[in-house]
């Protein structure tokens, strides 16, 4: 295969059919969607499957360990991307006006690659060969390079091949045409989109080898082997014939009868799934096969088409208000919308910072420190940067060009490892915010030349989304400074009857005569002196003020503190029994000790005073727990208590909520503060078996 037919290839759009991208938009509009059917379709489409896998890997995303089970990916990931890639792939296929000749030959790779995915995890069970879902990726992926060739030469590759051809016999044709075979294509796309790294390693080499003579075959891995012969029954309709007799004996010892059942089995599951997506003959009785696909297809893309003209571009690339919650979610769904419309994993940022007059770097993700390094003064005649943020145009710095960008503009290609990159302004109205910068190939910037207008719609929706963010923080700063005196205040009110309490007692344990009277006075007085310490607390709620830098902290090292202190004072006195289990390869992190301390104290104080005696709490942490395509270091604080009332429960967090005569549940209402300031999360589950409070800081490695 030649390198120039490969780079030339678009590899972004690729047609797929409309019953699949149907079912996930109508899915979205749900209100409550549930993962397992989320995944059940994705399954069932390859070039969903295979755009999600690669958004998997980007660098947003690629700080996680291997995942190949799309139901756990999509835990990982979250379900609004898979929303948007259903709805872009939608709006590729109307909007680019795909030949309707395309229908067809579509219909019939869409049927076989899932045949062939039920096939090959037919053969897994049937083999022993694990996990499973490797196999079944393998199997639906596995004509991906025939559906590549036929999106970019449609009408060359129809006019020379009949799709219905089996895959061994339409390679020779390929070759032919192209110098290069769809198991060659197919295999290079799994490599560079690195699905492989994120499935199997295998996976590259099943594809490429599933079309070589059996014999060939005989030593490779079960993958290879189970993909070869999957590869050779999906395109049969006679699965008695002796080249399908001949690789099943040979690959597997597997006789005809076998054979005849694992196929049968799996075109039963593909038919399901095409009874599913199409509506019943006259009969009531469903057709089975691609044809009953194909009888629809016309009202399925009607439908397709008034979805999308619901949603279209603009709003496949907004940023959704939900995420209107802080700066750094902005750039985490500008970084997945880049992804998705404009096949662009990889960005920074540099912000507008109006009291020095320049742009300086923003390390969003904290994987490039290096950018706090980066400045451009306003005054910089030859940054094109400068250029693209004054004139609100998109600009492209290609390799051959170097000699005549700024020292920043170079040191931005160092710093990402490319040749050549691609600013785009990000402005709202006049008001200039920043510059996204991202590499970009000639090849890429060709497509956009014509039409720019699209990356700049894109910095306008970013710009837009920081204004709001910024006009909110600006409140959110005023209100914290009344809120902040109002505490302050009211702690110091609270102070003046706590010290004339704390005096008395000084004074009654001098006239107690019996050692047991004046332990127990003790015992209060150490109350009122943690109650005092608490109070104290309220002032520092606002401590995360603005130009406050979060320091390092050891969480377990914070938790052995807690423990010497509350364990006496709030424990013991009331029989009660405090567990605590760390996770001892638990990293520093990046937050606020006061915040984490506090938050601790509160949840600890809530469950003692909960308990009976003899109960107990249990304090645990755990590392690396992913949450919303995030990475988190959890705290969890369990008792075995009463529980808390389902009504309470609603509304646990909002202030003067408790069960607890005398209390005003201010404390987890400063819970859920205090973890707002840093990024933070809580939930809390309750029965009567006991409640759990589950604490997660972001995992920003010190």
């Given at each position: 295969m030649t390198n120039s037919l490969y780079d030339n290839l678009k590899l972004e759009i690729q047609p797929t059919i409309p019953h699949t991208l149907l079912e996930l938009i109508k899915l979205s509009t749900h209100p409550i969607v549930e993962i397992e059917d989320l995944a059940h379709i994705i399954r069932q489409d390859p070039i969903v499957c295979a755009r999600i896998f690669s958004l998997a890997n980007s660098v947003y995303f690629r700080q996680w360990n291997k995942i190949s089970d799309v139901l756990q990916l999509l835990v990982v990931i979250g379900i609004e991307p898979v929303f948007q890639i259903a709805l872009l792939c939608a709006t590729e296929q109307i909007f680019t006006h795909l030949n309707k000749?395309?229908?067809?030959?579509?219909?019939?790779?869409?049927?076989r690659s899932v045949l062939c995915a039920?096939?090959?995890?037919?053969?897994?069970?049937?083999?022993?060969?694990?996990p499973r879902h490797e196999v079944y990726l393998a199997g639906l992926l596995h004509r991906i390079g025939q559906w590549t060739l036929l999106s970019n030469f449609p009408q060359r590759y129809l006019e020379e091949i009949d799709v219905t051809l089996e895959l061994k016999r339409a390679e020779k044709i390929e070759h032919g045409l192209f110098k290069a075979t769809s198991s060659e294509i197919g295999a290079r796309i799994i490599q560079d989109l690195q699905i492989a790294q994120q499935i199997c390693p295998f996976i590259a080499d099943a594809i490429k080898f599933q079309t070589l003579p059996t014999d060939s075959l005989l030593e490779g891995t079960p993958l290879v082997r189970i993909l070869a012969l999957s590869s050779i029954l999906c395109d049969t309709q006679n699965v008695q014939s002796a080249e399908v007799i001949y690789a099943a004996s040979r690959l597997f010892g597997l006789n005809s009868d076998?054979?005849?059942?694992?196929?049968?089995?799996?075109?039963k599951q593909t038919d399901s799934v095409i009874s599913r997506f199409s509506p019943q003959n006259?009969?009531?009785?469903?057709?089975?096969?691609?044809?009953?696909?194909?009888?629809?297809?016309?009202?399925?893309?009607?439908?397709?088409?008034?979805?999308?003209?619901?949603?279209?571009?603009?709003?496949?690339?907004?940023?959704?208000?939900?995420?209107?919650?802080?700066?750094?979610?902005?750039?985490?769904?500008?970084?997945?919308n880049f992804n998705l419309l404009f096949g662009m994993p990889d960005l920074c940022f540099l912000l507008v910072e109006n009291t020095s007059n320049s742009l300086y770097g923003y390390d969003d993700l904290g994987i490039r420190p290096e950018l706090h390094q980066i400045s451009i003064s306003f005054g910089n005649e030859t940054s094109m940067i400068l250029k693209a943020l004054q004139e609100d145009k998109a600009y492209y710095s290609p390799e051959e060009q170097k000699n005549i960008f700024s020292l920043p503009e170079r040191q931005l290609k160092n710093l990402l490892g490319c040749k050549s990159l691609c600013f785009v302004p990000i402005r709202s109205g006049p008001h200039?915010?920043?510059?996204?910068?991202?590499p970009m190939s000639p090849n890429q910037w060709q497509q956009f030349s014509t039409a720019p207008s699209l990356l700049q719609l894109a910095g306008r929706v970013a710009g837009a989304a920081l204004s709001v963010v910024d006009e909110q923080l600006r409140y959110q700063e005023l209100e914290r400074d009344e809120l902040a005196y109002n505490l302050r205040a009211t702690a110091h009110e609270i102070n003046n009857p706590l010290s004339i309490i704390n005096n008395y007692l000084f004074l009654l344990l001098q006239q107690l005569d019996t050692e047991k009277a004046r332990e127990q006075i003790k015992i209060i007085q150490e109350e009122i002196g943690r109650i005092g310490i608490l109070v104290s607390g309220l002032e520092d709620i606002h401590a995360v003020e603005k130009g406050q830098k979060r320091s390092h902290i050891q969480i377990n090292e914070l938790i052995d503190t807690l423990y010497t202190l509350l364990y006496s004072t709030l424990f013991k006195p009331r029989q009660l029994k405090l567990n605590v289990d760390l996770d001892a390869e638990l990293k520093p992190i990046a937050s606020v000790g006061s915040n984490v301390k506090q938050i601790l104290m509160n949840l600890l104080k809530n469950a003692a005073e909960a308990l009976p005696p003899q109960g107990e709490v249990w304090l645990t942490t755990r590392d690396r727990v992913y949450k919303n395509r995030r990475q988190y270091v959890e705290i969890e604080v369990r008792d075995n208590g009463p529980g808390i009332d389902n009504e309470i429960l609603a509304d646990i967090f909002k202030p003067v909520r408790s069960t607890k005569q005398g209390h005003s549940g201010l404390g987890l209402s400063i819970v859920k503060h205090l973890l707002d300031e840093i990024d933070g999360e809580i939930s809390c589950s309750s029965s009567e078996a006991g409640t759990r409070f589950q604490i997660f800081l972001p995992r920003v490695l010190a």
């Open positions: 000749q395309l229908e067809v030959p579509v219909t019939i790779l869409w049927y039920n096939i090959a995890e037919e053969m897994a069970a049937l083999t022993g060969c694990e076998i054979i005849q059942q694992v196929t049968e089995r799996a075109r006259e009969e009531g009785l469903s057709e089975s096969g691609p044809e009953l696909l194909m009888k629809s297809q016309t009202q399925q893309q009607r439908s397709l088409r008034l979805q999308v003209k619901n949603h279209a571009l603009v709003n496949a690339g907004r940023i959704p208000p939900a995420n209107y919650a802080g700066r750094k979610k902005i750039f985490n769904q500008l970084r997945l200039k915010k920043g510059i996204i910068v991202t």
